[in-house]
């Protein structure tokens, strides 16, 4: 069963426009939440992140959203720019065992930005 | 900047083979994790090390070994691979629980 759900598996919004992604999830101890965004042939990068403290987390175009009674997350970006165009994963973590958090990814939401 | 680096980009295998996908890392960061990233499944961890010579599975560990001998190098090892072996590997390392991973830019192995 999946922890983290991405249900869109893709996005298509015009340049300049916002682009919101939508990530589910279902283990109440998850406190610390991620995106990352991946181009082809390359490895995920970090893109932002949320505490589970807040409910907000803002940086540049980016924003995370967080809302811990709906266990929902969402990304949003404004103004979306062609080289937003990517695969968006969210994952989620909570402290485990020895010095590693352990993340669970989402399946991944595909955002094309048109020109 | 932080450099994760996997040995092969593609890699072709035979059922029953044993196969080495190698990473190694050059900051010193103490956690070193294996994924694997499916279509529809998103990434799954198999393997995490969080000191030298230590492991723990990850969510999907049948089938695979790791060793990590020395801090900046973490290796998988699918014993004797198998057709549903065929995937991207990631792999990524963090220097403590609080930040964020960086990821190598994968091997893509088949499995024939």
């Known amino acids: 069963d999946q922890q983290v759900k991405q249900n869109s598996p893709s996005l298509s919004v015009q340049e300049g426009r916002i682009s919101i992604l939508n990530c589910d999830y279902t283990n109440s101890m998850f406190d610390y939440f991620l995106w990352y965004k991946k181009y082809p042939a390359e490895g995920p990068t970090f893109l932002i992140s949320?505490?589970?403290?807040?409910d907000k987390n803002e940086d540049g175009r980016f924003t995370v959203f967080l809302n811990k009674s709906a266990k929902h997350l969402s990304l949003h970006i404004v103004p979306s720019q062609p080289g937003d165009s990517a695969v968006y994963f969210c994952a989620a973590s909570f402290a485990g065992s020895g010095s590693a958090r352990q993340l669970t990814f989402g399946s991944g939401t595909q955002l094309t930005v048109l020109p | 900047d932080v450099k994760v680096t996997q040995s092969s980009r593609y890699l072709v295998k035979r059922t029953g083979e044993k196969v080495f996908l190698e990473c190694v890392q050059d900051?010193?960061?103490?956690?070193m994790f294996w994924y694997r990233q499916d279509p529809g499944l998103g990434l799954r961890l198999i393997y995490f090390s969080y000191d030298v010579k230590m492991k723990e599975k990850g969510d999907i560990p049948e089938g695979y070994s790791v060793s990590r001998e020395k801090k900046e190098r973490f290796s998988l090892i699918l014993e004797s691979a198998s057709t549903n072996q065929t995937s991207m590997y990631l792999c990524?390392?963090?220097?403590?629980?609080?930040?964020?991973?960086?990821f190598g830019n994968g091997t893509r192995l088949t499995v024939t």
């Open positions: 949320i505490s589970s403290i807040k």
């Open positions: 990524a390392s963090s220097p403590d629980q609080s930040s964020p991973l960086h």
């Open positions: 900051m010193d960061h103490e956690n």
